[in-house]
C-alpha cells in the first residue's frame, strides 16, 4: 500500500527521520496582499463580523472605444485626485481605516511606500477617534505585521532626520503580528482587537 504525504509525496519508509521536509505555509499562493484582504473582508462580512471594503480609486474617463456595444474598451484614464488609504469601515461600532503596502526589502521598510496625504488621513481619522493602521508584508519573508497609525505617523514625522524607513526590528518590537489561517485568510481583526 502506497501511503502519501498532504502534498501528494510518497511515504518512503526508508527516509532518514532528520532528513529535511519542505514546510507549506499559507502565505505566499501566488495571491497579492489586496486579493487576500479582498477574501478576508468577505469572510468578515458573510460572518457579521465587520463591514469593510476597499475603495475605488477616483478615476476620470477620458477615452473609450466600443467596437461592440457589450465590449467598451477604457484607452485612456487619469486619476481624478489623490486616494487616502486602500480600506476603510466598521467594526464593533469603530470606524477602521487602513492602507495595506508590501515590500520587496528583507530588513527594512521604506516610508516612501506611503504618500504625504496618506499620513494627513491617518493623522484626521485619529482625531476623530477612528482606528488606524498600516498592514505591512514582507514579501520575502513571508511577514505580515499590523503597524498602528501612531507609531507610522512617529516614523513618518522623523524621517527629515535621516531615517527614511522602519527596521524589519521595529516591527518585531512594537508592530502585532499577523499569522495566515484558512478562514480568513489574514485574521487581521484579532490583531485589532488589541488596539482597541
Known amino acids: 500500500m502506497t501511503i502519501h504525504y498532504p502534498n501528494g509525496a510518497c511515504f518512503s519508509p526508508g527516509q532518514q527521520p532528520n532528513q529535511k521536509l519542505k514546510l507549506t505555509t499559507y502565505g505566499g499562493r501566488g495571491m497579492t496582499l489586496e486579493q487576500e484582504l479582498n477574501e478576508s473582508n468577505q469572510y468578515y462580512l458573510a460572518n457579521d463580523i465587520a463591514v469593510i471594503h476597499k475603495k475605488p480609486t477616483p478615476i476620470q474617463i477620458v477615452k473609450v472605444d ?13 486619476f481624478r485626485q489623490a486616494s487616502t488609504t486602500d480600506y476603510n469601515g466598521i467594526y464593533r461600532g469603530r470606524y ?28 484626521s481619522c485619529l482625531k476623530q477617534g ?7 508584508k514582507f514579501v520575502k519573508l513571508d511577514q505580515l505585521y499590523l503597524l498602528k497609525a501612531t507609531d507610522l505617523i512617529t516614523y513618518w514625522d522623523h524621517q527629515d532626520t535621516g531615517h527614511k524607513s522602519i527596521p524589519l526590528k521595529v516591527f518585531d518590537d512594537i508592530a502585532l503580528p499577523i499569522h495566515y489561517r484558512l478562514n480568513p485568510i489574514i485574521p487581521y481583526l484579532d490583531a485589532v482587537d488589541h488596539i482597541i
Open 96 to 123: 477602521v481605516d487602513f492602507d495595506a503596502k508590501e515590500t520587496q526589502e528583507t530588513t527594512r521598510f521604506p516610508l516612501d511606500n506611503f504618500h504625504k496625504h496618506q499620513i494627513e488621513h491617518m493623522r
Open 130 to 136: 477612528g482606528i488606524c493602521f498600516g498592514l505591512i
Open 66 to 78: 466600443y467596437p461592440k456595444r457589450s465590449a467598451a474598451v477604457i484607452r485612456e484614464a487619469y
